[in-house]
């Protein structure tokens, strides 16, 4: 007798379920009951309909319930909502949307992935007004791009400053629209650090949006959002994306336990506390890899080899599950920010004792037109040096360095490992060594305790406590900008200059991206000075990171003419 398979809900999880149970079994009886009307598209590429990169918003829709059928004899009914499950009798009761007509389908396995919802609070003022949208699904973008077009908005605020945020963001602003993008943490992207994030930042302001962080909205009317400071904005249309929560009112109808984290609660095949029922997708939660911790984990690859699991084990065969690590990659205008494992606050937050190293080459060799630099930071565990993390930002495909990380998470891998890692070069595509390779290298150096460092983080204390910094460059680009009270004494000069450079307190050493610095801060430490500190990031960091409060903000710079390129 052939096994009859339900899954509730499509898209990555549930259609990716449907699929390979039907690879393992030619005659299952599957079928996907969703209740919007598509089963199957690609969630990602919603905010592209905006800018017209997508023309039509129907092309997102991957596949139609008429393909699922013809293609792989599964059937997809959509506007269909699974409203309650007698686990014991098992069958599912299922209501049309459209007609409120109710049945019931028995199954012998059955799967939830019902994903998960934005989150709308109630309590910002006028946060349901019919000017303020989400963006979900199809329908979901279609409405907003509907209403725009409609109303002629020109003004549009955007709350939430993670991907979905930005991304609908990048496309309103590329589509001619005056962009305000309101973020209540202190940053952009809980996914990368602060110091990674200002040069995000940059390139929001560089592109005219109206960034603004450490703020929320409080209220929403027809012409505007007024926010917490009282900062009032001419808003035409408003954009809510500060996150999603598991769509789990289904599963706590029927009884169906819930993690620590709020969503369902599974073990290693994916399996709920009621028996054959598996659940997938954004509703549930996961484990960290590194931690060992439960978390959320709203990606599409995670849910599709989620699904592949659960469909395994229904058919007997062993699954495996190892954590996930979260590499996650996004477009800003020119810049790319890629991000795996775990940041500088989720170490602190979980008690590990961590260290970073930062490197700023070129995307190629310095040679090769439009050579840019690259933002890489490592995070490590100390003593251990094992790998935890890592963020990339530039022009280039800065995917590909962080995909090599996320490799040696999954190995376990540590920092000496990356020293010798042979990666692919040319001088069109990477410098010789490439910007993991020089992680590896300063991330193994500062294990070994051959020299120390200081965070960008720190610079403004340093200059306004008046502490002996000193500028390695040379002096025509120490007069084109400099940290304020810095002393330039240029890595070609500085051995003639040494009576300069104090014994009895400390010194702190920057140049353009930290080679030089580096070189001279290992040449004073086997002249026998100890109190010698590189200045993480160097010039070019301190400038990113500087640069978006100072203009914001409208603070004193400690910078005297910022410099954003290695040319």
């Known amino acids: 007798m052939s096994k009859k398979v339900i899954v509730v809900g499509g898209v990555a999880g549930g259609a990716s379920v449907a699929a390979r149970v039907r690879r393992l079994d030619e005659d299952a009886e599957i079928t996907m009951f969703e209740k919007g009307p598509n089963v ?40 269909t909502e699974v409203i309650d499950v007698d686990h014991a009798e098992k069958n599912v009761t299922i209501k049309n949307v459209s007609t409120s007509q109710t049945s019931k389908v028995d199954y012998d396995e059955l799967v939830l992935s019902p994903g998960a919802v934005p989150i709308v609070p109630n309590s910002i ?35 939430g400053g993670g991907f979905v945020g930005l991304e609908v963001m990048e496309n309103l602003v590329e ?6 993008l309101v973020e209540a943490a202190h940053h952009i992207m809980a996914t990368i650090d602060d110091d990674m994030a200002q040069i995000a930042h940059k390139e929001l302001l560089d592109n005219g949006v109206n960034l603004i962080v450490d703020d929320a909205v409080s209220a929403i009317s027809s012409t505007n959002v007024t ?9 035409d249309v408003v954009v809510m994306a500060i996150g999603v929560k598991p769509d789990v009112s289904l599963a706590e109808k029927i ?35 590194i931690t060992r911790k439960k978390q959320r984990l709203n990606l599409a690859f995670p849910a599709q080899m989620e699904a592949r699991n659960a469909a395994d084990h229904m058919y007997g065969r062993t699954v495996t599950q190892r954590g996930v690590i979260g590499s996650q990659v996004i477009k800003l205008f020119k810049m790319n920010v890629a991000s ?20 700023i080459p070129k995307d190629k060799v310095a040679l090769m037109p439009n050579a840019k630099p690259l933002y890489f930071k490592l995070i490590f565990g100390t003593p251990s040096g094992e790998i935890l993390g ?15 990380i996320a490799t040696m998470i999954s190995m376990h891998g540590h920092v000496e490992d990356l020293q010798n890692l042979e990666l692919c070069y ?18 193994t150096n500062i294990l070994n305790g051959e020299f120390k460092q200081v965070r960008m983080s720190k610079v403004r204390g340093l200059v306004e406590s008046g502490a002996m910094i000193v500028d390695a460059r040379e002096p025509n680009e120490y007069k084109e900008g400099h940290i304020k009270g810095a002393i330039n004494i240029p890595l070609s000069e500085f051995r003639d200059r040494l009576d300069e450079i104090p014994h009895n307190i400390p010194v702190y050493v920057h140049c353009l991206s930290s080679q030089r610095s580096y070189n001279m801060v290992r040449a004073l430490g086997n002249l026998g000075y100890t109190n010698i500190y590189n200045i993480v990031g160097s010039f070019l960091g301190l400038s990113e990171y500087e640069y978006y409060h100072d203009t914001v903000d409208d603070r004193d710079p400690i910078i005297d003419g910022y410099r954003f390129d290695l040319m």
Do not use: W
């Not at 990169?53 to 009914?77: C, G, S, W």
């Open 255 to 289: 009884g169906i336990k819930l993690g620590s984290t709020g969503a369902i609660a599974v073990n290693q095949n994916y399996q709920t506390n009621l028996p054959n029922i598996y659940a997938v997708g954004d509703a549930i939660e996961v484990t960290n890899m």
């Open 175 to 180: 589509a001619g629209k005056n962009v305000s």
């Open 340 to 359: 795996t494992g775990l940041t500088e606050k989720q170490c602190l937050d979980n008690g590990i004792s961590y260290d970073i190293a930062m490197v």
């Open 390 to 404: 890592a963020q990339a930002v530039g022009e280039s495909g800065v995917d590909k360095q962080v995909d090599i």
């Open 125 to 159: 003022k006028g946060v349901h007004g019919n000017n303020v949208f989400t963006v979900r699904n199809v329908e979901d973008i279609k409405a907003l791009q509907g209403y725009i077009e409609e109303t002629n908005a020109k003004n549009i605020t955007v709350v």
């Open 426 to 443: 040319q001088p069109m595509f990477s410098t010789a060594k490439n910007a993991v390779n020089m992680a590896g290298l300063v991330a």
């Open 40 to 79: 199957s598209f690609s969630n990602c590429s919603l905010p592209y309909h905006l800018s017209g990169t997508i023309k039509n918003a129907d092309d997102i829709v991957l596949m139609h319930p008429e393909q699922f059928k013809r293609q792989y004899n599964i059937d997809a009914v959509v506007n």
């Open 227 to 235: 926010l917490s400071s009282n900062k009032v904005i001419p808003t």
